[in-house]
C-alpha cells in the first residue's frame, strides 16, 4: 500500500494534498485497488462550491461503485479530464496523474484536521 | 409427488449423511406453534386433469382470433411468425438463467446483444437496454432518466410536461413512479409541439406520445427543438410497429425513447407479459436503467458478449442506483429479436403499410356513416392504426350489440373518461380483412338504427 | 455445447432475402406523407432457414435448466413443468385482450383470482395483488403500500426503513425508490439480524421515525432466524411495519407461513418458488401479500369476486397505491404458477419444501469437510460455503472451473457479508445422484486448487468463449451493432 506522505487522508480514503493555493484530491493507492480495473470517473463540475463531506463524484470499477467526498470545502477549479479517455491513470498512479479535482478551499484549517499519513495507513491496513 | 427426484431411500441415505433422524428435525428452528400449517388448498391434479380443466377455463375468455377484431387501447393484436414461438420455446433459452456467468450464456448475450442493436435502429436513437417490464415502465423508468441526467441533486429542474392524451394507465404508472421524488408533473392536453412550447427553466422533461392515445400524430421535430431550446430533455413514446415506416422519434430530435414491444412477437395475453422498451442517446447511457450487453474480448482474441456497466444497477450501488430493476423481461425480448429478425427491413415497412393503408379505409368508411365522424379525417390530422370515432348513441352500448355478431369494434373511451360516453377508439392492425372491415363498417350502420 | 464462433444476424444479412410473407394489402393503398415517411431502416435481411439456424445455434451455447445442474442460491432454479407451457400456449389465454371486458375474461380473471388466494392462504395474508412484474417490483410494492399505511394514519415522519446488511440489492434500490433513506442493520454471528443493534436504534433518536424493516427470513445465508417473532414484536412496539422479502420461500411453502410470524406485507417471486421459467432473465411475476388492515393499499387492479352471470371482475382496492405497470400483472407468468400448484396442491408443496431443504443439507454434509461453511447449523433451502481453500485461488476460479466439469456455478460474492461466498441453492427437483456428482466436483476442484491451480486459473476452457476482458468493455463500452 503506498502511502504520498504529502498528503492528508479522509476514512472514506480520499486524498488532499496543498499544491499552491489549491488542494488536490484523489483517492488513495489502497483504495485503487480494493476497487479494481477503474471504468468509469464521473466528476463534478468546475465552479461548483462544495462543503467538507460533500459527494463530488463517482469512481466505477467493474465490481463496485465509490462516492467521492470532499475532503474540504470550497468551489471545484479544475477535473481531471484525461480520466475520461483513459480511467486506468487512477489506478496506475492515484498521487500523480491519476488526480480527481482540484478545490481552491475555503477554510484551510480543514485540512489540519484530515488523518495524517501514518494514522491513515494503520486504519486502511486495518480493512 | 410431481417434480420431485428422491424417493424414499434416496432421502433415508441424504438423512443417514447428515445426521438426521427425520425431515421434521430438520425444521426445527421453526417455531413449533406455527409449524407444518395445514394449507386449504385444493387437491392436485393430474397432468390430464390439470389441462382439461384449463381448456375449460380458456374458452370462458374471448379469443381475438375468433372475431373481427378492431380493439388497440395499449394491447395489439398483430401476426406472430411461426419461427418466434418455434425458436423461443426451445429449452436452452427459456430456462436459462440471467446471464451472470457470460461463458455459459452467449447464446442469451448474444441475443440481447441483437435485440439491443435492432431497437436501438427501429426507435432512431444510440443505445437501447435489454428492457423493462413494459412500456408504461420504461416510459416512467426514462422520466427518471431525464431527472437524473438534469443532475437531480442540483434540485432546480424539477417540472416534466406530459401531453395529456397518453395512455391513462400509462399516465397512472408515472404518478406511481414519481410519487417518490420532488417532480412536479404537469399534464398540458396539447399536442406534442404546443406541450414543448410551455418549457421552462424549471422543466428537465417534455414527455410526448407519438402517436397519441387517440391515434394522432404530433409534430415530434418542433418539440424537441422547443424542448431542447429550453435546456429540456425530450421523452418520446413510440409504437414500434410505426417506427418500421415513419421516421422515429430518435430521428426527429427525442433524446430518451421508450416504447411498447409487445407489438413485436409477443401475444396480448390478457396484459402481460409485455416488454418495455427504452433507448437514449449515448451520452445518456450511463444515467440508463437496466440491463446492457456490451461486446467483449477473451484472452485469445474470441468475440463474445457481456453484462456491463452494472455498476449502475441495484446489486452494487444499492440504495444509490438509478432503479430497483433487477429483471429484464428476457423471454419476451428475445421474441422480439426473433421478431424483427423475421421481418427484417422490408417485413416492418409492409406490415406499417398495411396497418396504415386498412385504417386509413376502415375510416373513410365509418366517416361516410349517417351519425358517425372521424374528427382526424375533418381536421386533417394524421394518424397510424389507431382513431378516435364519434357514434351517434354511446359507445359502450354499441360495443355490447356488436359483440353478439363476432365484432369487437373497438375502446369505448368512456372505461376510462367517464364524460366521453360517445367516443370510440377503432384499432386497425395487418390482421384485419376488407371483409372484416366492411363488416364492422355495416354492423355500425345498423347498431346506431 | 455448441462452440463455434456464430455471427451476428447483421452479419448473416443479404440485401433482398426475406423471411416472412405477407399478405397483399386488400384495400385501397394509403401513404404517409412523405415527409414523415423514414429513408432507412437498418435492420438484417434474413432468410427462413439461416434465422432458424443462427438462433437454434444460439440456444446451444447456453447452460439451462433443462440441460444442466443450476444450483444458484437464492434462485431456486427448479425444473420448469413443460406442461404450464402447454397450458399457457392455448388461443385462449394468448388472444386474450386485457381490455375485452370482465364478461369475456372470465377465463383470465379466475385464474387471477385463484392464485391470488391460494398464495394469501400459503402466506397467511389476508388479500393480495399479481400485478408486479418481477420481485423487484413486488418490493417496490410493499414499501410503498408501508409508506401509504403511515400518510393515512397521519405520521409523515417515518422516513426511514430498516435493511439488514446482508439483504439483496433490491432491498435498499426499492426503498429509494419509494422515498425512504435506509439505515442498515449489521447482522449477528449467524447472519441474522443483531438484536442489540435492532433495539438501539428502535429506542434511540431515531426510533420514531422508523416506518418498518425489510426482512429475508430464511436470510441470505440460507439459515432461518430464530428472532423471527421478536424482530417483528419490536418493530411493530415502535410503530413500524415488517415487510418479508419472499425470495426464499421455497423453504417455508407448507412449512411456515410467514404471516404467522409477524410479517405484515410480503412479496413471492413466482419465477422462484413457483416454477416460472427464467427466460434467460426475465419475464418474472411477483405476488405482494398483506395483512387485512393493509389490503386497501395493494397495487391494483386485481380480481375480485363478481356477481351473477359475472363470477370475476376487476377492482381497484380503496386506497390503492396505484397502478405499477399497465393492466393487471404478467398473466402469462401467473398461469403457468397456477398450472404449478394444481399439480402439487397441499401435499405436494410440503414436499417441495421438505426435499428442498433436505438437498441443501445434504450438499452441505458432503463438502463443509473441505469447504469452510461458516455457520455449521441446520441450513435450510441453501448454504453458504467459502472459495478461499488454496493460496492464489479464489471463488471465481472454482466457479469457472465448474463449469469445465459441465455444472453451471452457484451463486458467487454474495451476500457481501462472507468474504469468497460461494452460495449453493440445490432445489427439490434434483436426483440424489446429480448431489453426489456436484459435490465430488467441487472436492474435485478443491483438490486441483492445491495440486494444479492453473487448472482453475485457466477455466473454463470447454465453452464457446473464455472468461472475457470486462473492464475493456465497460471502459469502451460497444453496445451496438455497427457496420
Not at chain 2, 65 to 71: K, Y
Not at chain 3, 447 to 461: D, G, M, R, V, Y
Request: hydrophobic share 40%; charged share 20%; proline share 6%.
Amino acid at each position: 500500500m503506498k502511502i504520498d506522505p504529502n498528503c492528508r487522508y479522509r476514512s472514506s480514503h480520499e486524498y488532499a494534498r496543498k499544491d499552491g493555493a489549491e488542494i488536490v484530491v484523489g483517492i488513495s493507492d489502497h483504495a485503487q485497488e480494493s476497487l479494481g480495473d477503474i471504468v468509469f470517473v464521473e466528476l463534478a463540475e468546475v465552479g461548483k462550491t462544495v462543503a467538507q463531506g460533500d459527494a463530488i463524484g463517482v469512481v466505477e470499477s467493474v465490481k463496485a461503485a465509490s462516492d467521492i467526498y470532499a475532503p474540504v470545502s470550497g468551489t471545484v477549479v479544475a477535473v481531471n479530464g484525461e480520466l475520461e479517455g483513459d480511467p486506468a491513470l487512477l489506478n496506475k498512479d492515484p498521487y500523480g496523474k491519476g488526480w480527481l479535482v482540484r478545490i481552491a478551499p475555503s477554510n484551510l484549517p480543514e485540512w489540519e484536521g484530515l488523518l495524517d499519513p501514518a494514522t491513515y495507513e494503520k486504519e486502511a491496513a486495518k480493512e | 409427488m410431481p417434480y420431485i427426484a428422491a424417493t424414499d431411500r434416496d432421502r433415508k441415505a441424504m438423512l443417514e449423511r447428515i445426521g438426521s433422524g427425520s425431515v421434521e428435525e430438520l425444521f426445527s428452528d421453526i417455531p413449533a406453534s406455527v409449524r407444518f400449517p395445514k394449507l386449504k388448498l385444493p387437491p392436485p391434479l393430474s397432468e390430464m386433469e390439470a389441462m382439461r380443466e384449463i381448456e375449460a377455463l380458456a374458452s370462458k375468455n374471448l379469443s381475438a382470433s375468433s372475431s373481427a377484431w378492431f380493439l388497440g387501447a395499449g394491447a395489439y393484436y398483430h401476426f406472430i411468425p411461426a419461427v418466434v414461438d418455434a425458436l423461443s420455446s426451445r429449452g436452452e433459452f427459456l430456462t436459462a438463467y440471467t446471464p451472470y456467468q457470460p461463458e455459459v450464456s452467449q447464446g442469451t448475450l448474444q441475443a440481447i446483444f441483437e435485440y439491443q442493436s435492432m431497437a436501438a435502429a427501429l426507435l432512431g436513437v444510440e443505445v437501447v437496454n435489454a428492457s423493462h417490464y413494459d412500456g408504461a415502465t420504461a416510459l416512467a423508468e426514462g422520466l427518471l432518466m431525464a431527472y437524473n441526467a438534469a443532475g437531480a441533486a442540483a434540485g432546480a429542474r424539477d417540472k416534466a410536461i406530459v401531453c395529456a392524451d397518453l395512455d391513462p394507465e400509462y399516465k397512472d404508472v408515472l404518478r406511481s413512479y414519481v410519487s417518490a421524488f420532488p417532480i412536479r408533473l404537469e399534464f398540458l392536453d396539447l399536442p406534442p409541439e404546443a406541450a414543448a412550447a410551455r418549457s421552462d427553466e424549471s422543466t428537465f422533461c417534455v414527455v410526448v406520445p407519438y402517436p397519441s392515445f387517440s391515434g394522432t400524430l404530433g409534430d415530434i421535430a418542433a418539440a424537441a427543438a422547443s424542448a431542447h431550446a429550453a435546456g429540456a430533455l425530450l421523452v418520446a413514446h413510440a409504437d414500434p410497429i410505426m417506427c418500421g415506416l415513419l421516421k422515429s422519434p430518435g430521428e426527429l430530435g427525442a433524446d430518451i425513447v421508450a416504447a411498447e414491444g409487445q407489438a413485436l412477437g409477443n401475444p396480448m395475453s390478457f396484459g402481460g407479459p409485455f416488454l418495455g422498451m427504452l433507448g437514449s442517446s449515448a451520452k445518456l447511457v450511463r444515467k440508463m436503467p437496466g440491463r446492457l450487453v456490451g461486446e467483449a474480448r477473451d484472452s485469445q482474441g474470441r468475440r463474445g458478449f457481456v453484462l456491463t456497466l452494472t455498476a449502475r444497477e441495484q446489486h452494487i450501488r444499492r440504495e444509490k442506483a438509478v432503479s430497483n430493476i433487477c429483471s429484464n423481461q428476457g423471454l419476451a425480448m428475445l421474441r422480439a429479436c426473433i421478431y424483427l429478425t423475421a421481418m427484417g427491413r422490408s417485413g416492418m415497412r409492409k406490415v406499417a403499410e398495411l396497418c396504415w393503408s386498412k385504417a386509413h379505409y376502415a375510416a373513410g368508411l365509418i366517416a361516410a356513416l349517417p351519425g358517425y365522424a372521424v374528427p382526424a379525417l375533418t381536421s386533417r390530422q394524421e394518424f397510424f392504426k389507431e382513431f378516435v370515432v364519434l357514434t351517434p348513441i354511446p359507445a359502450a352500448e354499441i360495443a355490447q350489440k356488436l359483440a353478439r355478431r363476432g365484432v369487437v369494434p373497438g375502446f369505448p373511451l368512456s372505461r376510462y373518461y367517464p364524460e366521453r360516453t360517445h367516443e370510440l377508439l377503432v384499432c386497425v392492425t395487418e390482421m384485419c380483412t376488407k371483409g372484416q372491415i366492411e363488416l364492422l363498417a355495416r354492423s355500425l350502420e345498423e347498431a346506431a338504427e | 455445447m455448441n462452440l463455434r464462433p456464430e455471427s451476428l444476424v447483421y452479419e448473416l444479412s443479404s440485401p433482398g432475402r426475406e423471411c416472412v410473407s405477407l399478405p397483399a394489402c386488400d384495400v385501397p393503398p394509403a401513404r404517409p406523407p412523405a415527409g414523415l415517411m423514414r429513408d432507412a431502416l437498418e435492420l438484417p435481411e434474413l432468410d427462413e432457414l439461416t434465422l432458424v439456424r443462427h438462433f437454434t445455434r444460439l440456444s446451444q451455447k447456453n447452460y439451462s435448466i433443462d440441460t444442466e445442474f443450476y444450483p444458484l442460491g437464492s434462485c431456486t432454479m427448479k425444473y420448469n413443468p413443460k406442461v404450464n407451457e402447454a397450458a399457457a400456449s392455448l388461443p385462449g389465454w394468448r388472444n386474450a385482450h386485457p381490455l375485452a371486458g370482465d364478461e369475456f375474461s372470465q377465463g383470465s380473471l379466475e385464474i387471477i383470482h385463484s392464485l391470488q388466494s391460494w398464495l394469501c392462504e400459503i402466506g397467511g395474508f389476508a388479500a393480495g395483488s399479481l400485478q408486479p412484474a418481477a420481485g423487484a417490483h413486488g418490493e417496490l410494492s410493499g414499501v410503498l403500500i408501508i409508506r401509504a399505511y403511515h400518510e393515512a394514519r397521519a405520521d409523515h415522519k417515518r422516513r426511514l426503513m430498516l435493511v439488514p446488511d446482508s439483504a439483496h440489492g433490491t432491498n435498499p434500490a426499492s426503498c429509494t425508490m419509494a422515498g425512504f433513506r435506509i439505515k442498515a442493520i449489521a447482522s449477528d454471528s449467524e447472519g441474522g439480524v443483531d438484536m442489540a443493534a435492532l433495539r438501539e436504534v428502535l429506542s434511540g433518536p431515531e426510533g420514531a421515525q422508523v416506518a418498518g424493516i425489510m426482512i429475508t427470513n430464511p436470510n441470505t445465508l440460507g439459515l432461518f432466524d430464530r428472532n423471527i417473532e421478536a424482530i417483528a414484536a419490536a418493530v411493530h412496539a415502535a410503530g413500524g411495519l415488517v415487510y418479508g422479502d419472499g425470495a426464499n420461500m421455497n423453504a417455508l411453502v407448507g412449512i411456515l407461513r410467514p404471516a404467522e410470524v409477524g410479517i405484515d406485507v410480503m412479496h413471492f417471486n413466482l419465477h422462484k418458488t413457483f416454477s416460472t421459467p427464467h427466460g434467460g432473465g426475465g419475464p418474472g411475476a411477483g405476488f405482494v401479500g398483506v395483512r387485512s388492515d393493509l389490503a386497501d393499499f395493494l397495487p391494483g387492479p386485481i380480481a375480485a369476486k363478481g356477481e351473477g352471470k359475472i363470477a370475476y371482475r376487476l377492482s381497484m382496492p380503496a386506497r390503492s397505491i396505484g397502478r405499477l405497470k399497465s393492466f393487471y400483472g404478467n398473466f402469462g407468468i401467473v398461469l403457468r404458477a397456477y398450472v404449478y400448484l394444481r399439480m402439487l396442491g397441499p401435499e405436494g408443496l410440503r414436499a417441495v419444501a421438505e426435499n428442498a431443504v433436505l438437498g441443501a443439507n445434504y450438499v452441505k454434509a458432503l463438502i463443509e469437510g473441505t469447504y469452510k461453511v461458516k455457520y455449521p447449523r441446520r441450513c435450510m433451502h441453501e448454504f453458504v460455503a467459502q472459495g478461499d481453500i488454496a493460496e492464489g485461488v479464489h471463488t471465481l476460479d472454482i466457479a469457472k472451473r465448474l463449469i469445465d466439469l459441465g455444472f453451471h456455478p452457484p451463486t458467487i460474492y454474495f451476500p457481501l457479508i462472507v468474504p469468497e461466498a460461494i452460495m449453493i441453492e440445490p432445489t427439490e427437483s434434483e436426483s440424489k445422484e446429480t448431489l453426489d456428482a456436484f459435490a465430488a466436483a467441487l472436492l474435485k476442484i478443491a483438490e486441483e486448487a492445491k495440486e494444479s491451480p492453473e487448472l482453475l486459473h485457466a477455466a473454463p476452457t470447454t465453452t464457446p468463449v473464455g472468461r472475457l476482458d470486462e473492464v475493456a468493455a465497460a471502459r469502451n463500452p460497444v453496445l451496438c451493432y455497427r457496420r
